[in-house]
């Protein structure tokens, strides 16, 4: 009698040969954290641009663009073939997009070694990535599409031979309407996507769209744009009846003419509306027609379907996907969500439909660790998110990616929205989901109101997961300490101090740390800085960094060349209502940014590098994947990074840090440092650094064997510790007044 296996051995395949590469890493990593470890064991795999396949190392999972690792995986990483992958994985999670991945090539591949997998099979996988075919299937299934004119390659490689310009090729869309969708027809994730208002433009566009992978021409599609509510709908496969269910659609609100890659990967941008703001009967009519669509390509277990609905309700559909991305935020757990499945149980579900399709269902147990026993009573975790500041869209990232990575074995996970009035609601799955904090606060209906006394009531300990403002100048911090509950990070007084980069600037210089020179300019005295004389600016000279006093993310760090250009930016820092800038001298060095962990004795984490392609480091490259670049560890010799990690403890000492911090600098060589002497300069301390699925903290931890769940569960005992020294001391203090 053959044994069932304990777990199902589950292969995550992420990277790829696509150009949507990034964005596989994304949903890959999202698929492993959520995965169920009682019921499957995790194996990441990892698909170089060349072809090549890994095992992944654990600590390069959470990287936030694959050149972070991909030099270090000959040396670091197990190479596998193809022909052993069916002696590792008993199952594929396809998360690889686009090219190669979603055309029918891996599917054929899996075919061939008997690997089941996730979603549509060879030939529906293919006919979904021809944008060109597939309209012919979806108009003889009697589905409206947009007109549209085909450029096929050998008319592209006359245009970029010359022998076709844009006055002659005019004439072969003549019969379509400005303006016009241009999109290559084998890509995916808006890549290469263009709006054209005239032949000029969409010349330009095709040359472009046809190019947009490397090497490769394609063809392009022309269409006419569809004007009307434009949603995107996840239809999967139900286990019980085999039939196709559609989730409740999305509406999407996008920020320009087309729903471009950073608007749909960037936290915050675009309004994605779910369900959709349309009538019942125009919300039935999408999911009929999407499942119409679904039929008519032959998609199975998942699709999403995207298209338009018209004022006269006629929907087209103008991109259907045999996958859907699995970002955190992505379309398939915020419509899943609305039908009260989580993200595990959406993963868990696409796998099981899989399963019992192959019959293999009854062959694979379930984890005895199921039924183990779990603690009587958790700790209930009140995951504080959202906010009002600047960076209340990273805040609702870091809160959502905590309440994910909370151990559901030890703790109650309870996320609790701060609106932009600083009012407390917890937050329920549907809402948790939700694309930005705007589109959180127009549902607030549904959420629970929760009074700042009553937060003793629902939770044991408080994961602060803001950023800038009152999240982290020590305001929560006191009220929290107020309430009488431990929190992470830092006390009130040093999450003020380290909120303010002037006087924290000032702090450090005076105990002997090397900071930049600066000068803070107020808002009545700008106007007049030219006349300060860079004497008071301590003998600064251009080019300066310029940007707010009591800001991170980057928002509105600026480099001025000369005094024009510094006129220009503290006049937009003083047009976004603020009332101090911070003027500061360029450093040149190497960039980088030190996780440190601990309460009285911390340990400084292996420094990551930032690469910044544009000299300062932008939003987009620390938040939009595949944008930025971090190489942890930095690419110094290992005693230059003892020599940064022992002064970024000895900053975290000096400023009273607890818990856990990220502290930015850059290292100068002697050649480099004006005094002639290796340095590190501080640049700035943040108390509640980004906890995103890829930042650069847990890169760092993970270097040092720290999964992420480990790392957060690491910041709470320590929070607990931290409160009660802070307890015992008050006590003490009464007890000597009594």
Known sequence: MSSIPTKLRIGVLMGGKSIEREVSLNSGRTVCDHLDTTRYVVIPLFQQQSGKLFILPERFLHRGKTSDFEHRLAQEAEEIVWDELAERVDFVYIAQHGRYAEDGTMQGMLEILGIPYVGSKVFASALGMDKIMQKDFLQAAGIKVAHHYIVYKHEIEQMLAGTIDATNFAHNYAHLTFPLIIKPAQEGSSLGVFCAQNSQEVY??????????????????????????????????????????????????PESAVYEYDQKYMPGRAQKLTPARCSAEQLALIQET??????????????????????????????????????????????????????????????????????????????????????????????????????????????????????????????????????????????????????????????QPLLWSDLSKI????????????????????????????????????????????????????????????????????????RLGMSESNNMAFPLIIKPHNDGCSTLVQKANNQQELQAALEKIFASGRTHALVEECII????????????????????????????????????????????????????????????????????????????????????????????????????????????????????????MDFIDTIITLGFEEHAVRHTQQVSVQQEAI
């Open 589 to 708: 060095g190497t960039e980088l940014t030190v996780g440190v962990i601990g309460n009285a004795t911390p340990q400084a984490l292996p420094p990551s590098q930032a690469i910044a392609q544009g000299g300062i480091l932008s939003i987009e490259e620390k938040f939009l994947p595949g944008a930025g670049e971090n190489q942890t560890p930095a690419l110094l010799p290992a005693e230059t990074l003892q020599f940064v990690q022992k002064t970024m403890e000895a900053v975290y000492q000096a400023l009273q840090c607890k818990g856990y911090a990220r502290i930015d600098c850059f290292y100068q060589s002697a050649q480099q440092s004006p005094t002639g002497k290796e340095r590190v300069v501080i640049i700035e301390i943040n108390t509640l650094p980004g906890m995103t699925p890829a930042t650069c903290i847990f890169h760092q931890a993970a270097e040092l064997g720290m999964k992420p």
């Open 459 to 530: 939770a044991d300990f408080v994961f602060i997961g803001l950023h800038g403002g009152q999240g982290e100048n020590g305001c929560v911090q006191g009220a929290l300490e107020m309430l009488g509950l431990p929190y992470n990070g830092s006390s009130v007084l040093t999450s003020a101090l380290c909120m303010d980069k002037f006087k924290t600037t000032q702090f450090l210089r005076a105990r002997g740390f090397d900071v930049p020179q600066g000068v803070l300019v107020e808002v009545n005295s700008h106007a007049s800085f030219d």
């Open 204 to 253: 330009a566009a095709v040359v472009q769209a046809a190019q947009v992978m490397a090497g490769k021409i394609q063809p392009v599609l022309i269409e006419e744009k569809i004007i009307g509510m434009e949603f995107s709908c996840i239809i999967i496969t139900s286990n019980t009846t085999g039939e196709l269910m559609a989730l409740p659609p999305t509406e999407i609100v």
């Open 290 to 447: 999407c499942k119409k669509a679904m039929h008519a390509l032959g998609f199975s277990t998942i699709g999403r379907i995207d298209g338009f609905l018209t004022a006269d309700n006629t929907v087209y559909i103008i991109d259907p996907n045999s996958f859907s991305g699995m970002a955190p935020s992505s379309f398939a757990f915020l419509q899943a969500a609305q039908i009260n499945m989580s993200h595990t149980q959406l993963i868990n579900h696409l796998i099981e439909t899989e399963l019992q399709h192959n019959n293999l269902l009854q062959h694979y147990g379930v984890s005895s660790m199921e039924h183990t026993s779990l603690p009587q009573q958790k700790i209930r975790v009140a995951v504080l998110l959202g906010g009002c500041s600047a960076e209340k869209e990273i805040s609702l990232e870091s809160g959502r990616n905590i309440t994910y990575k909370l151990s559901p074995h030890k703790y109650e996970a309870i996320p609790v929205f701060i609106d932009s009035h600083f009012k407390l609601h917890i937050l329920n799955q549907k809402l948790l989901v939700r694309n930005s904090t705007h589109e959180i606060e127009l549902a607030l209906d549904e959420a």
